[in-house]
């Protein structure tokens, strides 16, 4: 099993900024593709921004230019800096990782979730 486990989340202020961490423990032999999703309330969950093994990044358009993905693969951790955050950043993110486990199995996992609130 992988288990993610995502800190940081918490109220901040319209042009604020937050750092979401997410860390990956459990039987993992290497990770591919980590990735922070988000869910507001009556909307689908979306792809916030992601990152590969080599380094190689994807930005939701919303997003670009204010949000910054990270990882460290010595720790199997992603990070998410955010700065400027608008209100319409209100959501529920999620972590995400995809992972071959010890016995070779491709595996998807999410977190479960930190709240960021962006409000005056």
């Known amino acids: 099993q992988v288990q993610l486990v995502e800190s940081g989340g918490g109220l901040v202020q319209p042009g604020g900024s937050l750092r979401l961490t997410c860390a990956a423990s459990?039987?993992?032999?290497?990770?591919?593709?980590m990735g922070w999703y988000r869910q507001a309330p009556g909307k689908e969950r979306e792809l916030v921004a992601s990152?590969?093994?080599?380094?190689?990044?994807n930005y939701a358009d919303s997003v670009k230019g204010r949000f910054t993905i990270s990882r460290d693969n010595a720790k199997n951790t992603v990070s998410l800096q955010m700065i400027s955050l608008k209100p319409e950043d209100t959501a529920v993110y999620y972590c995400?990782?995809?992972?071959?486990?010890?016995?070779?199995?491709?595996?998807?996992?999410w977190g479960r979730g930190t709240q960021v609130t962006v409000s005056s």
């Open positions: 995400r990782c995809t992972a071959v486990n010890v016995i070779g199995m491709i595996v998807n996992n």
């Open positions: 459990g039987s993992i032999a290497s990770i591919n593709t």
């Open positions: 990152i590969n093994s080599g380094g190689s990044t």
